[in-house]
């Protein structure tokens, strides 16, 4: 079986006996999948939130209520010829070979995760069922990115949403816009005091600023994030909204467990195995528009947007994908260089979010 198509397979499965309160059934699930019966184990157990791969899959259910949802990016203890990739080199391999993080240099983007299995991480998966469930008024919060996630149009979407217990919808461009506007105005006065600035809505990036590059972090707009604003908004209309996030990966259940305005965390693909779950089909033909797929928004364009709001000429640069050579270019802006623009965009993925790695089944198998 296919990896991506035994996790949806698995997920799915999860899921069912989460909404129908059989949480306890979930210590049989591996059984389902003979074949990869040890990574099933190891799934469940990242979905539950455990500590360790070595956890028992009870003591993972007894506690799940007081694990906090944060990507925790679990070493599988697995012995590999090859590492994943990983951008920050935060991967190594121990004397016997098996894979180890180093939790300090990691920046959730969860490549190692979608590329290979030496390691998983916790989602917010189970609370955020518990939540639709709860009979509170929920609000679903888009990540623009879901733009092609799923063969259908926006209201469609909207509608089965609401259809599988989803009060109101919202999308995070809201958000995008307020964060351009105060980024437009911050931008020219880095453009009149000759110094340059970052923008960038990738959680990945605020991560990687933060542990490894100090100076970098300074050179982020005070803007907040595009969830931020939209989810304080919501919020603010009403406060007993309960807001689930639905985005594309690992690290923006990082920034939504800082982010007191939001609930509850979804990814593209855990969503992907909730409208199966409700027999929710939007066409026979789900994964074969690929031209559509190349049309998706490979960057968010957030420069310019930014730009948009500035009243002076800027120069911008897009860095998308973080390998060797940019973490070199970052060392060198630490060091008092200067990129040859007033504005530079950073995003983890290469092509952005469209490589993120909780993207659905339809654009993981394409990009
Ligand atoms: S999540 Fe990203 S930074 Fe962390 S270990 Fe995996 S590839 Fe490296
Ligand atoms: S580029 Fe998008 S999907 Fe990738 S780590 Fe950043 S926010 Fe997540």
């Given at each position: 079986?296919?990896?991506?198509?035994?996790?949806?397979?698995?997920?799915?499965?999860?899921?069912?006996?989460?909404?129908?309160?059989?949480?306890?059934?979930?210590?049989?699930?591996?059984?389902?999948f003979e074949s990869n019966k040890e990574q099933a184990r190891k799934m469940i157990l990242a979905y539950l939130g455990a500590l360790s791969f070595d956890e028992r899959i009870e003591d993972a259910i007894e506690k799940i209520d007081e694990r906090p949802v944060f990507p925790l990016i679990l070493s599988s203890e697995e012995r590999v010829e090859t590492l994943p990739p990983c951008p920050t080199g935060a991967l190594y391999r121990d004397r016997e070979g098996r894979v180890k993080i180093m939790q300090r240099g990691c920046i959730s983007c969860g490549r190692c995760t979608?590329?290979?299995?030496?390691?998983?991480?916790?989602?917010?998966?189970?609370?955020?069922?518990?939540?639709?469930?709860?009979?509170?008024?929920?609000?679903?919060?888009?990540?623009?990115?879901?733009?092609?996630?799923?063969?259908?149009?926006?209201?469609?979407?909207?509608?089965?949403?609401?259809?599988?217990?989803?009060?109101?919808?919202?999308?995070?461009?809201?958000?995008?816009?307020?964060?351009?506007?105060?980024?437009?105005?911050?931008?020219?006065?880095?453009?009149?005091?000759?110094?340059?600035?970052?923008?960038?809505?990738?959680?990945?990036?605020?991560?990687?600023?933060?542990?490894?590059?100090?100076?970098?972090?300074?050179?982020?707009?005070?803007?907040?994030?595009?969830?931020?604003?939209?989810?304080?908004?919501?919020?603010?209309?009403?406060?007993?909204?309960?807001?689930?996030?639905?985005?594309?990966?690992?690290?923006?259940?990082?920034?939504?467990?800082?982010?007191?305005?939001?609930?509850?965390?979804?990814?593209?693909?855990?969503?992907?195995?909730?409208?199966?779950?409700?027999?929710?089909?939007?066409?026979?033909?789900?994964?074969?528009?690929?031209?559509?797929?190349?049309?998706?928004?490979?960057?968010?364009?957030?420069?310019?947007?930014?730009?948009?709001?500035?009243?002076?000429?800027?120069?911008?640069?897009?860095?998308?994908?973080?390998?060797?050579?940019?973490?070199?270019?970052?060392?060198?802006?630490?060091?008092?260089?200067?990129?040859?623009?007033?504005?530079?965009?950073?995003?983890?993925?290469?092509?952005?979010?469209?490589?993120?790695?909780?993207?659905?089944?339809?654009?993981?198998?394409?990009?």
């Open positions: 079986m296919e990896r991506y198509e035994f996790q949806f397979l698995l997920g799915r499965e999860l899921l069912r006996l989460v909404l129908d309160n059989r949480l306890d059934e979930i210590k049989s699930l591996p059984k389902k979608r590329d290979g299995f030496a390691s998983y991480s916790r989602t917010g998966l189970v609370k955020s069922l518990k939540l639709l469930k709860s009979r509170k008024k929920v609000t679903a919060l888009l990540a623009p990115s879901i733009d092609g996630q799923f063969n259908v149009g926006n209201s469609k979407l909207e509608r089965t949403l609401k259809q599988i217990g989803f009060d109101k919808v919202y999308n995070v461009k809201y958000g995008a816009q307020m964060m351009a506007q105060n980024e437009g105005k911050e931008l020219e006065d880095c453009i009149k005091c000759s110094t340059w600035m970052i923008t960038s809505c990738c959680a990945s990036i605020k991560e990687l600023s933060l542990k490894l590059f100090g100076v970098i972090e300074d050179k982020h707009s005070t803007a907040r994030t595009p969830v931020e604003y939209t989810s304080e908004y919501i919020k603010t209309e009403d406060p007993d909204n309960v807001v689930i996030f639905i985005g594309p990966c690992l690290a923006k259940i990082a920034e939504c467990h800082r982010n007191k305005n939001v609930d509850g965390v979804l990814l593209f693909s855990e969503l992907e195995m909730l409208f199966s779950v409700y027999g929710v089909d939007f066409s026979g033909d789900y994964y074969i528009k690929e031209d559509e797929l190349a049309s998706l928004s490979r960057r968010d364009g957030i420069s310019n947007a930014v730009k948009g709001f500035c009243s002076l000429p800027a120069k911008s640069i897009s860095i998308s994908g973080i390998s060797r050579n940019t973490m070199k270019q970052f060392s060198s802006w630490t060091r008092g260089e200067k990129p040859d623009a007033d504005l530079v965009e950073i995003v983890c993925c290469p092509n952005g979010c469209v490589s993120g790695p909780g993207n659905t089944l339809r654009v993981r198998r394409n990009c």
